[in-house]
């Protein structure tokens, strides 16, 4: 969960987000060297008092120049490319989360387990052990160390379903049915929000999925 201060990405949660913070970590330490290298160059140019009227091209140079930035672009291009297929990779997925935007909620469906279904709206439960605007009424359940999919869509305007700490997010868009997968390492609460410019109520359809074993997972199925 985001807190005060932070300046850094969430902790990670699921070896997507581990994927992902080595990837942000990559690619910053290649703009850090960038920028400092340039920077040094400035400095160098106007701390130089010399100046040569007459060099108007250089073309080893001006091809140096050419190829140098496109090293570096590959050199982030491509664990990009294989981040981005591997956050559309679809494996094997054991459980099915229906998700649905509202104006502004969101429903689940577990069709796997008899159809069970709620709806989740922001908690207005004056409780201060609740985490305001980020709390819901009915929490998404679902276990660690199992492969989940997502199905996401909308029944109004377009929505986009977020859990930072997971390195999940989704479009819910109205008559189109986007995929995700996504794996829990851990037990814990994770909190998201939509991150859909969605109306007025925009910042009140807060996410909360509770991750827990297996077979308490199961007994919370045979419950409902």
């Known amino acids: 969960m985001a807190t005060w201060s932070n300046i850094m990405l969430q902790n990670s949660n699921s070896p997507l987000m581990e994927e992902l913070i080595f990837f942000y970590d990559h690619s910053m330490m290649v703009i850090i060297l960038i920028v400092t290298y340039t920077l040094y160059l400035i400095f160098i140019l106007l701390m130089n008092k010399f100046s040569y009227k007459n060099f108007i091209e250089h073309q080893i140079l001006e091809s140096v120049w050419t190829m140098i930035p496109c090293f570096f672009l590959l050199f982030i291009a491509i664990p990009s490319?294989?981040?981005?297929?591997?956050?559309?990779?679809?494996?094997l997925p054991h459980i099915t989360l229906k998700i649905m935007g509202h104006?502004?909620?969101?429903?689940?469906?577990?069709?796997d387990f008899k159809n069970i279904e709620f709806n989740s709206y922001i908690s207005n439960s004056p409780d201060s052990s609740n985490f305001r605007l980020l709390d819901v009424d009915?929490?998404?359940?679902?276990?660690?160390?199992?492969?989940?999919?997502?199905?996401?869509?909308?029944?109004?305007?377009?929505?986009?379903?977020?859990?930072?700490?997971?390195?999940v997010?989704?479009?819910?868009?109205?008559?189109?049915?986007?995929?995700?997968?996504?794996?829990i390492n851990r037990p814990g609460l994770y909190f998201g929000q939509c991150s859909e410019i969605c109306?007025?109520?925009?910042?009140?359809?807060?996410?909360?999925?509770?991750?827990?074993?297996?077979?308490?997972?199961?007994?919370w199925i045979n419950k409902n």
């Open 199 to 219: 109306g007025t109520n925009h910042s009140f359809m807060p996410i909360t999925l509770e991750s827990i074993n297996l077979s308490n997972f199961i007994s």
């Open 103 to 111: 104006q502004w909620y969101w429903s689940y469906e577990y069709s």
């Open 138 to 167: 009915n929490h998404i359940i679902m276990p660690f160390k199992i492969q989940i999919r997502s199905l996401v869509s909308s029944t109004d305007v377009i929505h986009a379903w977020t859990i930072p700490s997971l390195g």
């Open 169 to 183: 997010k989704i479009d819910a868009i109205p008559g189109r049915l986007n995929q995700i997968n996504f794996f």
């Open 81 to 91: 490319l294989y981040l981005l297929y591997l956050m559309d990779e679809s494996k």
